[in-house]
């Protein structure tokens, strides 16, 4: 079973991201789960997990940066297109 690829997470909308980011925690809580009680049959499901949630949370922070970044660039720009009035008494 290969590792998950990113580009599946990146095509999720955000509502599906979070839900999916959730199912991930769970899945990897149920397999914390098993390995206590020495049920788990198959051990790389571990790091496919953590891989999958890794990027699942890489994709969430990168929309996050995006988002701001994109906010505080507006604000920028409202602030360095405002030039103070000169009146002529000032002159």
Same mark, same amino acid.
């Given at each position: 079973? =290969?590792? =998950? &690829?990113?580009? @599946?997470? $990146?095509?999720? &909308?955000?509502?599906? +991201?979070? @839900?999916?980011?959730?199912?991930?925690?769970? *899945?990897?809580? &149920?397999?914390?789960? *098993? %390995?206590?009680?020495?049920?788990?049959?198959? =051990? !790389?499901?571990?790091?496919?997990? $953590? !891989?999958? +949630?890794? %990027? +699942?949370?890489?994709?969430?922070?990168? $929309? %996050?940066?995006?988002? &701001?970044?994109?906010?505080? #660039?507006?604000?920028? @720009?409202? #602030?360095?297109?405002?030039? =103070?009035?000169? #009146? %002529?008494?000032?002159?």
């Amino acid at each position: 079973m =290969p590792l =998950p &690829n990113i580009e @599946d997470a $990146r095509k999720l &909308n955000d509502e599906e +991201l979070v @839900d999916e980011i959730l199912a991930t925690k769970r *899945q990897l809580f &149920n397999l914390r789960f *098993q %390995q206590a009680t020495r049920r788990l049959e198959k =051990p !790389h499901e571990f790091k496919h997990t $953590r !891989h999958r +949630l890794a %990027q +699942l949370l890489t994709v969430e922070r990168e $929309r %996050q940066l995006k988002a &701001n970044n994109s906010a505080s #660039t507006g604000k920028l @720009d409202t #602030t360095v297109t405002e030039t =103070p009035s000169v #009146t %002529q008494e000032e002159e």
